[in-house]
């Protein structure tokens, strides 16, 4: 696991979970989660389906009981009490707007529930309506607005009962791409604006990248990787990570040389990258886990050029394929010693521009290469005996001796 | 010239259908403005209102009507309430024997109306149950409840459950989650499976006559039982009152839900 708060978090913690697991029967559903989500973030929870975000954010809800650990609410132990006796809200995929009462009446059922006087109710769903900028619908029933009408509506429901925690489910994924775009951007202002804390759950990497302050990558229940989108994108704590936010080259790798003392960053290493040779690259976790490891560079830190550049590292390849994808030039190259990279680079008008069958140079800047655990087995794959916590190996123990780095071929 | 033939020989085979349906309820409604001739209202004499103006004036039919509504009411109610509850839960919750209660359901819809009733009068007398008015209400309750759970299954089939997660996460208790979002929401259902159990009640005999006490006669026990000293107008004219019943709130539910879904 390699689960780890990669930056301290401002504010006080609004949601804590202490070691949390939920099974369905014999399916392990979360896995042992810690997560600690600070007052006013923007916090996504990412993963494929399947990986346990949902689940993890009906917990909170208190439509799930954990099967084991510990949900606090403001440090207050949670992990029994049911919906209705918890200051969160939820925005559902589908709204779950009521179909049989105005608009109005949506917004209003937290705060009648609540018993809050007539006069008071009015105000506040009328400041909430405005907030999310449908003033007009009030009277309306649910089937008579549009699906970003009626997300704003669920919007507004929820967050009129001045929730310590809005969830959200997936609540863009019945729009279509414009529309979800503009409203990514409603979300974002919606929250600076009454400075809530959000809870997101997405699968769609790109929009968790814009959107967060945080982000937790789940895969098969547990958590890969929390951290700042910035963190994820260049730091991939495992394969996963590096290959479900964005794209990326990864190949097997072994280290030959390690640094003598930590570096800011990471620990700078030298690998042996199975068919392009020895590179030195950044290990994203510290320690490194004993598995294997891979290579990682991302499409875009890869530049082409006809000459061997005087810069970064480099390696010849022969392109193999080009693909046009719109804004970027997709190009396949193999190298003599049969990997094969992937690189996304912007045509220019005096760039090269590599034709399949060419030989070239691919070059990056050697920060841009990582070294990243192969993903991590989840326990049932291991074997039995094993236990959780695989042997660790120090980075800053060397244990090659050392040798000059930089060897190109 | 042959298409049209054929045409005409559907719609007059169409028309002949309708007829073969509905003629013995055309003869009720004809025959409540007639003015018969001695005690029984068969044959046509002369066009009257006299019936219409007098409904209730035949005392010892008043009494079965009355009868009949009321135990029509009664099992309404019961079977409305035990049905939505069976079938509320029979949807909502997987639970053991879930199977079993559906099959055990449909078994009244089945099993012929005379071994309902003749068991059902076996067990009262086993039992030493006094056959009475409220013995007619538990074997309509009975057989209603049935047809009250499948309705509203059929109902519940779609509804969408995250409302009710959508309630609870706003803050309301179990109860306030059912009053205020899932009852509203199948009350449709419920109504139109609540009317279906009165009128099954209100036209039954088969399983009434194997249960009703001695001076317990509904209205169809009553009409059976006159059919052979007489047959007065005004049981034409309390037929066609309950047929426009029917027929009006049949109309009354289609055109309520009509206006809910727009």
Redesign the interface.
């Given at each position: 696991m390699h689960a780890q708060e990669s930056r301290g978090i401002d504010g006080n913690p609004v949601i804590q979970f202490e070691q949390v697991s939920k099974a369905f029967g014999s399916l392990a559903a979360v896995h042992e989660t810690d997560l600690t989500i600070a007052e006013g973030e923007f916090f996504s929870l990412l993963g494929p389906s399947g990986c346990g975000k949902t689940t993890t954010l009906r917990m909170i809800?208190?439509?799930e009981r954990p099967t084991s650990g510990r949900i606090r609410l403001d440090g207050v132990e949670v992990s029994t009490v049911?919906?209705?006796?918890r200051n969160?809200?939820?925005v559902?995929q589908?709204y779950?707007?009521?179909?049989?009462l105005s608009v109005f009446d949506n917004v209003a059922?937290?705060l009648r529930?609540?018993r809050t006087p007539a006069a008071e109710v009015r105000d506040r769903v009328e400041e909430m309506l405005a907030v999310v900028r449908l003033p007009d619908v009030s009277l309306r029933k649910p089937n008579q607005l549009s699906g970003g009408q009626q997300q704003r509506v669920a919007l507004a429901?929820?967050l009129v009962?001045r929730p310590r925690a809005l969830l959200l489910d997936e609540p863009l994924g019945a729009l279509d791409l414009k529309l979800r775009e503009s409203m990514q951007a409603e979300l974002k202002r919606i929250q600076g604006e009454l400075g809530s804390t959000f809870v997101y759950v997405t699968h769609d990497q790109g929009e968790a990248l814009t959107m967060s302050d945080r982000i937790a990558v789940m895969h098969r229940g547990r958590t890969e990787q929390i951290g700042t989108p910035q963190d994820i994108y260049h730091r991939p704590a495992s394969a996963f990570v590096a290959s479900f936010i964005g794209n990326a080259n990864l190949l097997r790798a072994q280290v030959v040389e390690r640094a003598p003392a930590p570096q800011p960053g990471g620990a700078r290493l030298v690998v042996e990258v199975s068919g392009l040779g020895r590179y030195p690259a950044t290990a994203t976790v510290d320690p490194l886990p004993a598995g294997p490891l891979l290579f990682m560079l991302r499409p875009e830190a890869i530049v082409i050029t006809e000459d061997e550049p005087a810069q970064g590292v480099a390696v010849a390849v022969t392109i193999t394929e080009v693909t046009f994808a719109g804004a970027t030039l997709r190009c396949a190259g193999r190298s003599d010693g049969g990997a094969t990279l992937d690189a996304a680079i912007v045509p220019t008008a005096v760039g090269a521009r590599p034709q399949p069958g060419t030989r070239m140079w691919m070059s990056w800047q050697h920060e841009a290469a990582r070294l990243v655990p192969a993903d991590s087995a989840p326990a049932e794959d291991l074997p039995a005996g094993t236990g959780a916590a695989p042997t660790r190996v120090p980075l800053t123990t060397p244990t090659t001796p050392a040798r000059p780095a930089g060897e190109r071929n | 010239m042959r298409a049209r033939l054929g045409h005409l020989a559907l719609t007059a085979a169409a028309l002949g259908g309708f007829a073969f349906l509905f003629m013995p309820i055309v003869v009720i409604v004809v025959f409540s403005f007639n003015q018969p001739v001695g005690r029984f209202n068969l044959v046509w004499h002369s066009f009257t209102l006299e019936n219409w103006l007098h409904p209730f004036a035949r005392d010892d039919i008043n009494a079965t009507v009355w009868r009949s509504l009321r135990v029509a009411f009664v099992s309404m109610v019961a079977a409305g309430v035990m049905g939505t509850l069976v079938a509320l839960a029979l949807v909502r919750y997987r639970f053991r024997g879930g199977a079993l209660v559906n099959l055990l359901l449909v078994l009244p819809l089945t099993t012929p109306e005379i071994v309902m009733g003749s068991s059902l009068a076996l067990l009262f007398l086993d039992r030493g149950v006094e056959r009475s008015f409220w013995t007619i209400a538990i074997a309509h309750t009975m057989f209603c409840v049935s047809f009250v759970a499948i309705t509203v299954k059929a109902r519940l089939r779609g509804f969408d459950w995250t409302l009710e997660d959508a309630a609870m996460d706003l803050g309301a208790g179990p109860w306030r989650t059912f009053s205020r979002i899932t009852f509203p929401l199948i009350l449709p259902g419920v109504l139109a499976a609540a009317l279906l159990s009165f009128s099954l009640s209100i036209d039954d005999f088969i399983i009434t006559s194997f249960v009703a006490g001695e001076g317990d006669t509904t209205f169809p026990l009553y009409v059976f039982g006159a059919f052979q000293r007489e047959l007065a107008p005004q049981v034409n004219v309390i037929s066609t009152a309950l047929l426009l019943l029917s027929v009006g709130a049949l109309a009354a539910s289609v055109l309520y839900q009509r206006a809910r879904l727009r």
């Open positions: 809800a208190g439509f049911p919906p209705y006796r969160v809200n939820t559902f589908q779950a707007l009521f179909p049989h059922f937290g529930s609540s429901r929820a009962n | -």
